[in-house]
């Protein structure tokens, strides 16, 4: 959520920012604002004669007067007509405040003054490769999904019986393999600091609003409708939640969580792209990398998570290039993203497997995530980042792929071999 104060004192500045990012008007938002605060004056004026007039009242009976004398009378009268037009307005700045909240609700993060200008995902920079000497030979690359079906170890077909398209069983080897990837993903992560947390994969209304996922991507998440509870689409929305409306001591800073989730995901306006494949699933499985860091190294500890999740594909030895998002492609709650994206030669392109994004103060004004310094007046917020570390799947497509032998079997990576037990699939 966007401070509304500083929507208030510097509005040209911020409405240049979100015109960046499509456009968004403020007005709607400055008039609601301008009501709110009209209201709330009247009502403390209003207040303070109320105060006042129970003052007088008891000063005046303390001095001897009559509690029925006209003068009494008349001020109980006003007292009563104040109290009456407070009562008309409380509800309607309430009704105000909620207005504003919803609109504010709906605004994105302001892009860093360092990501990059462009209106759509053609004008992202290119930052760096890594692992051209991998790039595979092999000319005859099957898709993941044609060689995963070829070997058994993937079944489209029966999933789709028993839930829907989009959906895949993991067979023997296929099953053995995500589990061992999970467990190198965390096992990597673990290593160099971060702490694991399985946290819930049903969460609150309140949760998804927090990260951003709500109102703007009700439809994207699926929800069980007895309850107020929606299916993870990603574990940055739990991990995000554990802190919600707490104060915690900068002593405590940075805390450093990874998380495994399996992912639910509508995936509403991607039909008809990726429909095959483990690319683009209604579930999915994925380690989540998730930081709350002081606002002063947040710049840098965004810097070390994007190479935490880079040095997956590295011990993988999966080719891949990372790419900073332009203001126009930016996540909701994003202020600035890399992507990065493995190789998948059946395709002959590059494809995301990861977003590391900072979030700066966006996700802890909206989950109230706060944190004191000692000895300063205050609270401030945390910043908060995230980045997959990684998708599961997709890094098993990649796998697939870069590693498929010209006699149909898949070598795996020697990283994971230990994991398997065995070196070939």
């Not at 009268?77 to 037009?85: C, H, I, S, W």
């Not at 990603?234 to 450093?256: C, F, G, K, M």
């Not at 070390?304 to 993988?316: F, K, P």
Request: aromatic share 8%.
């Amino acid at each position: 959520m966007l401070d509304l104060r500083q929507i208030r004192e510097k509005t040209e500045q911020i409405q240049e920012r979100l015109n960046l990012r499509g456009g968004y008007d403020l007005n709607p938002i400055l008039e609601l604002d301008q009501q709110q605060r009209e209201l709330e004056g009247r009502r403390s004026q209003l207040q303070a004669r109320s105060n006042e007039i129970g003052k007088l009242v008891g000063q005046k009976m303390k001095s001897g007067a009559d509690p029925k004398s006209e003068e009494i009378q008349a001020l109980r009268d006003e007292g009563n007509q104040v109290k009456a037009q407070l009562s008309e307005l409380e509800p309607q700045e309430r009704d105000l405040k909620a207005q504003l909240e919803a609109l504010l609700l709906t605004l994105p993060n302001l892009p860093s003054d360092s990501t990059p200008v462009g209106k759509s995902e053609d004008e992202n920079v290119e930052i760096r490769r890594w692992g051209d000497e991998y790039l595979p030979q092999n000319p005859d690359i099957l898709p993941h999904w044609e060689i995963g079906e070829k070997l058994k170890i993937l079944n489209f077909e029966r999933s789709t019986k028993v839930a829907q398209s989009r959906f895949v069983t993991l067979i023997g080897a296929g099953a053995a393999l995500e589990r061992a990837l999970i467990q190198f993903m965390l096992d990597r992560q673990i290593q160099v600091g971060y702490l694991e947390v399985i946290p819930p994969f049903l969460i609150n209304s309140q949760s998804l609003t927090a990260s951003g996922q709500l109102p703007k991507f009700a439809e994207e998440s699926f929800k069980c409708d007895r309850d107020d509870l929606w299916l993870t689409p990603t574990a940055e929305v739990p991990v995000t939640n554990l802190y919600r409306d707490e104060i915690l001591s900068s002593e405590e800073l940075p805390i450093h969580h990874c998380a495994y989730t399996p992912c639910f995901r509508r995936e509403a306006g991607s039909y008809g792209r990726d429909t095959r494949g483990l690319i683009r699933l209604h579930q999915f499985d994925k380690v989540e990398l998730f930081k709350f860091v002081h606002p002063d190294t947040s710049e840098q500890e965004h810097q070390t998570l994007t190479r935490d999740a880079e040095a997956i594909l590295q011990a993988l030895q999966l080719p891949y290039r990372v790419i900073e998002l332009c203001t126009g492609d930016l996540g909701f709650a994003a202020g600035k993203t890399y992507d990065l994206e493995v190789w998948l030669p059946s395709s002959g392109k590059y494809r995301e497997i990861s977003s590391c994004s900072n979030c700066y103060d966006f996700q802890a004004r909206r989950g109230n995530i706060r944190f004191k310094e000692p000895g300063k007046k205050g609270t401030q917020f945390v910043h908060t980042l995230n980045g997959s570390g990684l998708a599961v799947g997709r890094t098993m497509a990649a796998i697939l792929e870069n590693y498929q032998q010209p006699d149909g079997t898949i070598r795996l990576p020697e990283a994971l071999q230990p994991y398997l037990g065995r070196e070939i699939l």
